[in-house]
Nanobody, 114 residues
Framework: QVRLAESGGASVQFGESLRLSCTAS????????VAWYRQAPGKERELVAS??????TNYADSVKGRFTMSRDIRNTAYLQMNSLEPEDTAVYYC?????????WGQGTQVTVSS
């Protein structure tokens, strides 16, 4: 069974940075797409950033220029978040597409205070 585990969430102040990690139970290159989603209280889950197996990335307009997605050569994807704003407060989830299936992690909480 494929597993994803997020880590790195924390409570920070406006303007600070965090790096989230998504560690998979197999090579990160096994997945067609790896993505980060977030869900704020009372809101729907939204796509934040994604990366294809070939390394192409896409970002939500709200995080462009502040967030960067990357991966290592083994089994971890990252989301570097700079210039954090209170509006970034949410549970962040890692998602990966393997064949016809999508796998989710358990989520990690990011809280940004002003």
């Amino acid at each position: 069974q494929v597993r994803l585990a997020e880590s790195g969430g924390a409570s920070v102040q406006f303007g600070e940075s965090l790096r989230l990690s998504c560690t998979a139970s197999l090579s990160i290159f096994s997945f067609k797409v790896v993505a980060w989603y977030r869900q704020a209280p009372g809101k729907e889950r939204e796509l934040v950033a994604s990366m294809t197996a070939g390394g192409s990335t896409n970002y939500a307009d709200s995080v462009k220029g502040r967030f960067t997605m990357s991966r290592d050569i083994r089994n971890t994807a990252y989301l570097q978040m700079n210039s954090l704003e209170p509006e970034d407060t949410a549970v962040y989830y890692c998602n990966a597409v393997l064949g016809a299936n999508a796998v989710w992690g358990q989520g990690t909480q990011v809280t940004v205070s002003s």
